[in-house]
């Protein structure tokens, strides 16, 4: 897949996922400008968190085989996400105009420490995972079609190969030959046959 295929694909993708996921943790839209922000903010933080570590901590840690680094890298860029996102909060709450909800109550307010703590970590574990899966999967499929691909090569460089071992003007030479000793009744004939066979 082209380059500029596979972005499309990815773009799409996401914008139908934060869409769904918009509309269902809003129920329809009807949430305040602040709650939209934040969210949205969110997304775009957890679709950071999966390409950094598709992109750059796999690729400089998994894929040469250092587990340790790799999950350490990890653990960090998921505490400093959850660090990003708790600060996003406080940053939002500052704009008292954006935070205020039909009832006039404010919709977004600081969160339980601990509890946020414990749903940010498992959101972005549960990205940092999904990247991790997705690169194996792509590498899965990718290594497949390349192993297809050689055997389909070594197919046609074999036959090439068989191919060559014939002579067609040795095999006119044998087979007239041949109808020479049947014609003369000869017989070595058969012999003749068995041996060309």
């Known amino acids: 897949m082209q380059t500029t295929q596979k972005t499309l694909l990815h773009i799409t993708v996401w914008l139908f996922i934060v869409t769904l996921f918009l509309f269902v943790g809003t129920a329809g839209f009807n949430s305040t400008d602040a709650y939209l922000i934040h969210f949205i903010n969110m997304s775009a933080l957890n679709v950071a968190l999966f390409y950094i570590n598709l992109n ?5 840690t998994f894929n ?3 587990f340790i680094p ?3 890298a990890c653990a960090v860029l998921i505490v400093s996400f959850g660090a990003l996102k708790f600060g996003q909060i ?3 709450l500052s704009f008292k105009a954006l935070n205020i909800a039909q009832n006039g109550q404010p919709k977004l307010k600081i969160p339980d ?4 703590v ?6 972005n574990g549960f990205f940092v995972f999904l990247s991790t899966v997705y690169k194996f999967t792509v590498d899965w499929f990718f290594n ?3 192993k297809r691909e050689l055997e389909n090569q070594s197919l046609i460089a074999e ?4 191919k060559s071992q014939i002579n067609p003007h040795f095999l006119f030479n044998s087979l007239n030959n041949i109808y020479s000793l049947a014609y003369q009744k000869a017989e070595t004939t058969p012999y003749a046959i068995l041996k060309l066979s």
């Open 56 to 60: 750059l901590i796999i690729p400089l």
């Open 159 to 162: 036959l090439a190969f068989l």
């Open 118 to 123: 414990i749903s940010t970590t498992i959101i």
């Open 70 to 72: 790799w999950f350490l």
């Open 113 to 116: 420490f601990w509890q946020f």
């Open 144 to 146: 497949e079609k390349e």
């Open 90 to 92: 406080y940053y939002l």
């Open 64 to 66: 040469k085989q250092k």
